[in-house]
């Protein structure tokens, strides 16, 4: 049973306890967290979600699709994971999301870059699919950055916990990923004009994307940008 006259007691304690909130340049890792502080500063996120995935999940070959979910998210993990900028990693339901602290437009760059990258893998991996009779996998990705406050949050002594990152750059990547390669969208990915501004239109290769107006989101750009190298060696066969 709750204890609910206990719960009162933990609330009234986190309510009255002093919170040190410090702006960094750049966000650090979870070790630096505890129940007294939060952090603020810029933050970058990439959602990389699977499209159409309620009629993937119900394909009758159970074993051929837990096959593709597996391909699917492995590779996204190990092109994600690979940055000492990486603050956490994981998997939503269909969803492939890694977050990083960006204080530099280089580090946003290398958030794009990774996108390029998963962009193009998605092409290896369906044509590895089609070869092999399986059903294919299409995804969107979504792209944001922002500055945003990041609390550790759970339960103080049960580890139980995680950090909840409040603001834009989260929520943004992850709702673009749900519109991009969908809904008349054709571009796989899409990303919010903070990212645009500082890795696309610094690098002068405004040509790439598209502006795009939603309702939900306002702005916001999208492409079908791909490695060239990479390409090249899977329309080459890939030996």
């Not at 008349?184 to 500082?198: E, H, S």
């Amino acid at each position: 049973m709750y204890d609910y006259k206990e719960g009162k007691k933990r609330i009234q304690e986190i309510i009255t306890n002093k919170l040190k909130i410090e702006k960094e340049q750049e966000i650090p890792k979870d070790d630096y967290f505890t129940y007294e502080n939060a952090y603020y500063g810029w933050v970058g996120a990439i959602f990389v979600d699977i499209r159409n995935s309620t009629q993937l999940f119900a394909y009758e070959n159970k074993e051929e699709m837990s096959k593709v979910i597996r391909c699917f998210s492995s590779e996204v993990i190990e092109i994600l994971r690979e940055s000492d900028k990486l603050r956490e990693i994981g998997i939503r339901g269909d969803c492939v999301y890694a977050i990083y602290a960006v204080p530099l437009k280089k580090d946003i760059y290398m958030m794009c870059d990774k996108a390029f990258t998963i962009n193009t893998f998605l092409k290896m991996l369906n044509t590895i699919l089609k070869e092999n009779n399986f059903p294919i996998c299409n995804a969107g990705i979504g792209l944001s950055c922002a500055e945003e406050l990041v609390v550790k949050a759970g339960r103080k002594g049960t580890g139980v916990n995680n950090s909840v990152w409040i603001g834009k750059a989260v929520s943004y990547a992850s709702k673009l990923s749900a519109l991009a390669n969908k809904m008349g969208i054709a571009k796989t990915i899409a990303m919010t004009p903070c990212v645009y501004d500082n890795a696309i239109r610094e690098n002068r290769e405004e040509k790439w994307f598209e502006k795009l107006y939603n309702y939900k989101i306002g702005e916001f750009y999208h492409g079908d940008v791909i490695k060239t190298e990479f390409n090249q060696w899977i329309e080459g066969g890939m030996k």
